[in-house]
């Protein structure tokens, strides 16, 4: 079965790519926080400039206890990062780092992301549910909430350049973006850009939208309970989908691998943007304070939500009048 | 008018829902130490709350009855010691007014201008916790809350150069100071408050022009002026919910009358008018320091210099009350004293003790995001509400 074989070897080979990116995603935050707030950051493992945090702190997560408390529901507690996890990585499949590069992709891949990455609320449902703590159960009727709320935004506003390009397929919305990046669209893109990084940020429970993490009024919100390699797979799954929507959004709106240079410096290009993307994202987040439930809810239903609906009719009706997009 | 006033907000009647009681603290992230609050949910809706202290009781009090007037001025500041210079002050006042000790004009400069980089150090501390409250340890409150702290090493390096300490100083004693400033100090301490006062700007660009942090405090936890009154907070607070009082100014004790300076005075009751009223007192302390260190005069520092026994000071038979404005509010200290060496009685007044009493009339009905804003507008000390 060779065809499988392949499969198999590309599915390993991202899969590992994504981990060791991941875990230096997270060193690279650390560093830009801690410049953010005129510190250092991670220094002295691997000195300079701590280049083995990650291999350190992953190390020493997989060493600690493993703890389940007394009064957690055995399966769902450990379950749960599994869950969580799993979605979190498979978004990357339909992710074409480069024409041809790629595990699959979908003529569906768009759909497919937004499909799975709305997932991951099942594993933090079922973490915060398993862990029998009140701070926990708060943390995911958040949660909940929050998600509901703000995917409904974040599917309407990648739905823009989805009818911009005519196409659900990642590669050819790449391919629609040769002449001009969707983000360089007037107004239209711009907004489309802005909508997607705030309901990004919601997505991925970033501050100002981290209630459900809220360490200051929920110590850690739905993965209070969790520790050891539990822990590590929840943050993981984490940054993977921060990193994994951040790529999305590379693709959708800043032209993917498109990029003056040799063709071989596409993958380089994609790379760049999406980790700008991140960057950007990271520094809302150590800027801001957290905004309340209420607060949230009511920016998603009365503001996002309208807004990316009306984003996307003006896209629509762009299109049909013979916009941009059709050439 | 007190009695039905202040039992009816302690739960409010919310029909339906099932209620969760959660238990936040001592142990947790924003518990500004150890407090314990007891609050009954529904959803995310605070209903009913329950204040618990005592986790830091260290019967200071007791203390004070057994150490010497000598002694204890350094174990005053072990009360709020975020803000240490003020309860030693308290103390050597109180003790000042039962017996008869000239303190000389440069010892009386002196203190105000340590309580007023005191009042600086304690108030970075109080923003840096709060946006902490909001923001989060990972997030933009972690930020806020590192800046505060690199401004507020400055003046803690200052008074490391004045006292040899950064956080207990033992500075007043009975009769004056106990150190003089070392020399090039004043320039230094120019230098401090200048560098402070811009990123003051920096700070307000940062919160007010930003409407999260706006929607997150206008509006939230509002103490009226009545209730304000009623509950005996004070300080920020007070000034805070329309109360024009300030001690500084009202009944003014060391040489707070010859300096000029504004009391800020904000009506709205909310935590963004105890944000506005902290960040001008910012300002101002940093003006009273500069009049301070424009007009030291010359001239001993204590009208008793050097310690050669502990039980050196004696006062007469009485009891007497200072009162002080603390960063937080009132710091009184009031002792009896039987003639003896140490007092025979001493009875502290905490500002931060007082002021927590407010969080049970207001907290009811907000969320539980607002529970640690609020807290934390309320800045308590909890070696101060403990003891």
């Known amino acids: 079965m060779p065809s499988f074989a392949r499969h198999a070897l590309e599915a390993a080979v991202v899969l590992g790519a994504l981990v060791g990116l991941v875990a230096y995603v997270t060193l690279l935050e650390r560093k830009f926080a801690a410049r953010l707030q005129s510190r250092i950051g991670p220094y002295y493992v691997g000195w300079p400039h701590g280049w083995l945090q990650p291999i350190a702190d992953g190390l020493k997560l997989m060493l600690k206890e493993d703890v389940v408390p007394a009064r957690a529901d055995r399966g769902v507690y450990n379950l749960a990062p599994i869950v969580f996890l799993v979605p979190c990585l498979l978004i990357f499949a339909t992710i074409p780092f480069a024409p041809g590069l790629g595990v699959a992709d979908l003529a569906i891949g768009v759909l497919f992301f937004l499909a799975v990455s709305s997932l991951e609320i099942v594993g933090l449902f079922m973490g915060g549910w398993g862990s029998n703590n009140k701070y926990a159960l708060l943390s995911v009727m958040r949660a909940v909430n929050q998600i509901i709320s703000y995917d409904l935004p974040f599917i309407f506003v990648a739905l823009v350049p989805v009818l911009l390009a005519g196409s659900l397929q990642m590669s050819a919305i790449v391919g629609a973006q040769a002449g001009l990046w969707f983000v360089a669209y007037p107004v239209l893109g711009q907004l489309a850009f802005l909508a997607f990084v705030v309901a990004t940020l919601a997505a991925e429970n970033r501050v100002p939208f981290d209630i459900l993490e809220a360490e200051s009024e929920l110590v850690a919100g739905f993965r209070v309970e969790y520790s050891g390699m539990k822990l590590a797979l929840i943050q993981l799954g984490e940054y993977a989908h921060m990193l994994g929507t951040s790529f999305l959004g590379a693709l959708l709106f800043l032209g993917g691998w498109l990029g003056p240079g040799p063709a071989w410096l596409g993958p380089v290009w994609f790379l760049a943007k999406a980790l700008a993307i991140f960057l950007l994202v990271t520094w809302v987040r150590w800027s801001f304070v957290r905004i309340r439930v209420d607060q949230i809810l009511a920016i998603s239903w009365k503001l996002m939500l309208p807004a990316s609906v009306l984003l996307l009719l003006a896209t629509a009706l762009w299109v049909a009048a013979g916009g941009a997009g059709a050439a | ?387």
């Open chain 2, 1 to 387: 008018m007190p009695e039905t006033q202040t039992r009816q907000v302690v739960e409010l009647g919310y029909a339906g829902s099932e209620r969760l009681v959660m238990n936040m603290g001592p142990q947790h992230p924003s518990a500004h130490g150890v407090f314990r609050m007891l609050l009954t949910l529904e959803g995310e809706t605070v209903v009913a709350m329950d204040a618990i202290i005592g986790y830091l009781h260290r019967c200071h009090e007791k203390l004070g009855e057994t150490l010497t007037y000598v002694q204890y001025p350094s174990i005053a500041s072990k009360t709020d010691y975020v803000a240490a210079m003020t309860s030693e002050l308290a103390y050597v006042s109180a003790v000042e007014a039962l017996g008869t000790f000239e303190v000389p004009r440069r010892a009386q400069y002196l203190r105000v201008l340590v309580a007023e980089l005191q009042r600086i150090a304690s108030h970075c501390l109080w923003l840096g916790t709060w946006c902490m409250d909001m923001g989060g340890a990972l997030g933009g409150g972690a930020t806020v809350f590192l800046y505060c702290f690199r401004e507020r090493e400055e003046v803690l390096d200052r008074l490391e150069e004045l006292t040899g300490a950064r956080l207990l100083y033992g500075f007043h004693q009975v009769g004056g100071t106990r150190y003089d400033v070392p020399a090039g100090w004043d320039r230094k301490v120019r230098d401090t408050v200048a560098f402070i006062e811009r990123r003051i700007d920096e700070w307000e660009a940062m919160l007010e022009d930003n409407a999260v942090f706006r929607v997150r405090t206008q509006g939230v936890g509002v103490v009226s002026r009545e209730l304000a009154q009623e509950v005996g907070i004070a300080g920020p607070l007070l000034r805070g919910s329309g109360v024009d009082f300030d001690l500084r100014r009202d009944a003014p004790y060391s040489s707070y009358g010859d300096f000029r300076f504004r009391v800020p005075v904000e009506a709205a009751g909310d935590c963004y008018a105890r944000y506005r009223v902290r960040m001008v007192e910012f300002r101002e302390s940093i003006r009273i320091a500069r009049q301070v260190l424009d007009g030291l005069p010359e001239g001993p520092i204590s009208s008793r210099p050097g310690v050669k026994s502990v039980g050196q000071v004696r006062v007469p038979k009485g009891e007497a009350y200072a009162r002080v404005e603390g960063a937080r509010g009132e710091v009184g200290c009031y002792i009896v004293s039987d003639g003896g060496p140490r007092p025979y009685r001493m009875k502290w007044r905490g500002a931060s003790f007082s002021n927590l009493a407010v969080l049970p009339h207001i907290i009811p009905g907000h969320k539980v995001a607002d529970v640690v804003a609020i807290m934390g507008s309320v800045d308590p000390v909890f070696g101060e509400v403990d003891r």
